[in-house]
Antibody, heavy 119, light 108 residues
Framework: QVQLVQSGAEVKKPGASVKVACKVS????????LHWVRQAPGKGLEWMGG????????FYAQKLQGRVTMTEDTTIATAYVELTSLTSEDTAVFYC????????????WGRGTLVTVSS | EIVLTQSPATLSLSPGEGATLSCRAS???????LCWYQQIPGQAPRLLIY???TRATGVPARFTGSGSGTDFTLTISSLQPEDFAVYYC?????????FGGGTKVEIK
């Protein structure tokens, strides 16, 4: 059974960076299409980016290009998303999500990590 | 970028009533690449329907997805108390993946 366990809440100042972790158990990380989605308070879902194993490439949302990096540490089965140059508009819950069934959609989600950007 | 427009933004209904939610794409997409999620406040989204019309594991039969091309619909035949939530459509036909703005189904 695949499980996703995310790191705890973060509070950052404007201009800082944040790195959120998503530990995967029950599956081989490199075989999973793992993506990141965020949700600002009271707002909708926003796709940030993710890994496409068929293309062996990571894709990012254009509005975050240059500020976002997604990486993996396969030795500890953990994926990361790092966002730099934070502003108050980056305050959101960050979710990792995976397609475990090969259906092309996210059938398993982490519980979310709240990132608050405030001076 | 494929824009998904959901309507209405809010549906106010009573338990037992039916609900019809719309998701319109800015360009035609294969139905294989359209899904619906349900999100209860404070929780992560839950996959309801994928490939436009296939119910995910454990999803009750009162949820039905349909549509093709640019117009897709999620129908809930008889609202149960646990169905009052926000519903999002999403496409993975092309990068960047995109979500609709959501439809909130609230108790009237």
């Amino acid at each position: 059974q695949v499980q996703l366990v995310q790191s705890g809440a973060e509070v950052k100042k404007p201009g800082a960076s944040v790195k959120v972790a998503c530990k995967v158990s029950g599956y081989t990380l490199t075989e999973l299409p793992l993506h990141w989605v965020r949700q600002a308070p009271g707002k909708g879902l926003e796709w940030m980016g993710g890994f496409d194993p068929d293309r062996d490439e990571t894709f990012y949302a254009q509005k975050l290009q240059g500020r976002v990096t997604m990486t993996e540490d396969t030795t500890i089965a953990t994926a990361y998303v790092e966002l730099t140059s934070l502003t108050s508009e980056d305050t959101a819950v960050f979710y990792c999500a995976v397609d475990t069934l090969g259906i092309g959609f996210f059938d398993l989600w982490g519980r979310g990590t709240l990132v608050t950007v405030s001076s | 970028e494929i824009v998904l427009t959901q309507s209405p933004a809010t549906l106010s209904l009573s338990p037992g009533e039916g609900a019809t939610l719309s998701c319109r794409a800015s360009q035609p997409i294969s139905s294989a690449y359209l899904c619906w999620y349900q999100q209860i406040p404070g929780q992560a989204p839950r996959l309801l329907i994928y490939a436009a019309s296939t119910r995910a594991t454990g999803v009750p039969a009162r949820f039905t997805g349909s549509g093709s091309g640019t117009d897709f619909t999620l129908t809930i035949s008889s609202l149960q108390p646990e169905d009052f939530a926000v519903y999002y459509c999403q496409q993975d036909y092309d990068y960047p993946f995109t979500f609709g703005g959501g439809t909130k189904v609230e108790i009237k």
